[in-house]
Every structure is written in C-alpha cells, then in structure tokens.
C-alpha cells in the first residue's frame, strides 16, 4: 500500500499538471479506453487539473457494458435445464436483456451462483459431478487467460461437467473501430492490466494506420497524470506512436505464459459488442480442441442481436459521441439501482462513474 501511496499523492499529481497546462497549446481530443481509468479521473477530480485545451472522452473499456443482450438470454435460456448451474461474476448479474436478467432468474429460484474466479467454477464441478457447471466468461485479455487456464485444467482432470460460454473479447479490433468512426480522437490512454497480458505491440497497427497517440497507463492518478503528459507532448511535437507510462507493471513483451495459454484455448472470431454492433476480428471462441468444454458447441446456444432499450444511448456513450449527461434516461429511469443499459450496470461503466461522481446525479 506504501508503493501505491506514491502514486496517489498530490504532489507529484500537481507537478505533472503543471507540466502538462505549461505544453498544452493544440485542441486535442483523447480517449480513456478503460472503465477503471474512467473511475480514477472522475474519484480523484483529476479532470478539473486539466486545461481547455484537453477533452477527454470515455471508451468501452467495460466487458459488463459491451457484453450483448443476445449472450444474456442465451444464458437465461439455460435456467430452465435442473441440472445445468451457472456461475457468473456479479456485475452480470444486473445486465438487462429486454425485461430480464440473471438476477431476476435468480430471485425465481434459478441456481445462478456469484463467484469471484473461474476456479471456484471448476470447484463446483468437482463437487457436484451430477451437475452441469456453466461459467459466464466476460472480459478483455486481463481476464481471458485465466478462463483458458481453467479450461486447461478441466480437460487434464477429465472434468466433464464444467462448461464456459465465452463472451471474452480483444482490445485491439475495437479501437481501431472507434479510431476509423471517430477521427476526430487525437490519442488513445490504453488500458495497462491489458497490456500486461499482450505487451505493447499490440497498439503499433492503430497508431501507424489511424495516425493517432497510444499510452499505456495504470490506475493511480500520478499514472493518469503522467500518461497524459506524453499525449500532449506526442501532440504538440507532431507524432503518434506508442509509448508505455506503467514500466512498473508493463514490459513490451508482455506475459508470454498467459498470452500462450489464451492462444492455445482461444481463436479469434468476428463478435457482437453492446451498443457498437459487430466488430471482425474483435471475440474469442473456444478452439475445437477443447469443444468438450464450449457452452455454446455443448448446449447449442444460439445469440439473438437484440434491439437496444428505447431512448438508451450507451452504444454513443463508449465510442465517444455523447456523454451520459445527453441521455434522456441518465438519473431519471436509468439509475445503478434500475439500470436500463449496460453502462449503468457495473461500477467502472461510464454512466454508472457518472452518476456517482458528477452533479448531473
């Protein structure tokens, strides 16, 4: 906690502020990728250290947010097999899909069980071989390699019981996305627990072919800080590339063991992201080697691209053309407590940071 500490610290929080309205003269507009940077700029007040000069914008950095209705429902659909529980991280809990959600299959009395890791998943497996364990697997590279190694381990244990429906998806196909639909973005802050996993090569094809800055930062406001400054001196001197702020977490090569694990489980497939629509390239599917464990190959799940409740704007939110502010239903009918989009559901969302966060609450 002492190390965090010298990152949390105004010290060096207002010397890099200060660096940064001294160089900033250009109009520039960047994108903060992750839901957990969103979250540090808006608890730390970092925002308002910030000069005109500077507009910075949410990405869909969320898997909560960007996970579509359609692998909801799939997931519901499930519920009405006895011997089928499903375990899921709680933020999918709330996720509407239309006028349901796992959790109000939950309050029915379906068996949907909360778990903070995939090997508790592979726990009940174990435990109740009479079951059959289905794990909801969300989330960017951060989270992939874990979900690879528990598949991994059920097939060297011969677990027959335990079953993962990927949702997982990758960062890279979805920035360039946002990157050719939204030129105006001068640089993009790219998420560092991603890129711990990937290392930094992976952003090398946005900055060539879009011409735009990529940092990579952590979550402390002393990195945020620091991630900025070197946008704006990239901005200012007339280059993009990419550069790394978080070399004490971050290597170029990233972690080659998990990258390894989650190429030998996964393959890329083109997916569906809430709000944005289908993206090629952009999810990771369960490679046919390892089809005994696919949800989708084992129960037959089909994904339905399910229309977007009336009014909600989350798909214009996390590619930043809106703010939540210019959603009609932000604070009134969407709130954390009655989330209609998914950008409401999970804490890092962007609406949700909002919500908490600013005086439009």
Not at 8 to 13: A, E, H, L, Y
Request: charged letters at 20%; proline letters at 6%; hydrophobic letters at 40%.
């Amino acid at each position: 906690m002492k190390h965090l500490e010298e990152y949390r610290s105004s010290g060096p929080v207002m010397k890099v502020a200060g660096m940064i309205r001294q160089h900033s003269r250009t109009q520039v507009r960047f994108m903060e990728v992750c839901g957990g940077h969103t979250m540090t700029l808006h608890k730390y007040g970092l925002l308002s250290l910030l000069p005109q000069t500077i507009s910075l914008i949410s990405g869909p950095g969320c898997p909560v947010c960007v996970s579509g209705q359609g692998f909801i429902a799939a997931l519901i659909g499930l519920v009405s097999d006895p011997s089928v529980i499903i375990t899921t991280y709680g933020d999918l809990l709330r996720i509407p899909a239309g006028d349901k959600s796992l959790e109000k299959e939950r309050s029915s009395g379906a068996d949907i069980r909360i778990v903070y890791s995939v090997t508790e998943a592979l726990d009940l497996a174990r435990k109740h071989p009479d079951r059959k364990i289905v794990f909801a697997g969300i989330g960017f590279e951060t989270t992939a390699p874990i979900t690879a190694a528990a598949i991994l381990r059920a097939k060297a244990d011969h677990l027959k019981n335990f079953f993962v429906y990927s949702s997982h998806k990758i960062m890279p196909p979805a920035l360039e996305w946002i990157a050719e639909n939204s030129r105006e973005i001068r640089g993009f802050i790219a998420p560092g627990h991603v890129t711990a996993v990937t290392g930094t090569g992976i952003y090398e094809r946005l900055a060539g072919k879009y011409n735009v800055s990529v940092v990579v930062s952590g979550f402390e406001p002393a990195d945020m800080m620091l991630a900025i400054a070197m946008l704006v001196r990239q901005a200012e001197s007339g280059v993009s590339k990419v550069e790394n702020a978080y070399r004490r977490v971050v290597r170029p090569e990233g972690n080659p063991r998990a990258r390894g694990m989650m190429e030998e489980v996964f393959q890329t497939t083109g997916d569906h992201w809430r709000g944005v629509g289908f993206i090629e390239g952009s999810g990771l599917q369960i490679r046919p080697a390892f089809s005994r464990h696919d949800a989708k190959q084992v129960f037959g799940l089909k994904e339905e691209v399910l229309p977007e409740p009336s009014g909600c704007i989350c798909g214009r939110v996390i590619t930043g053309h809106s703010t939540p502010a210019e959603c009609r239903l932000f604070g009134r009918s969407c709130t954390p407590e009655n989330p209609v989009g998914a950008c409401m559901v999970s804490p890092e969302g962007t609406c949700s940071v909002w919500y908490k966060f600013t005086s439009a609450s």
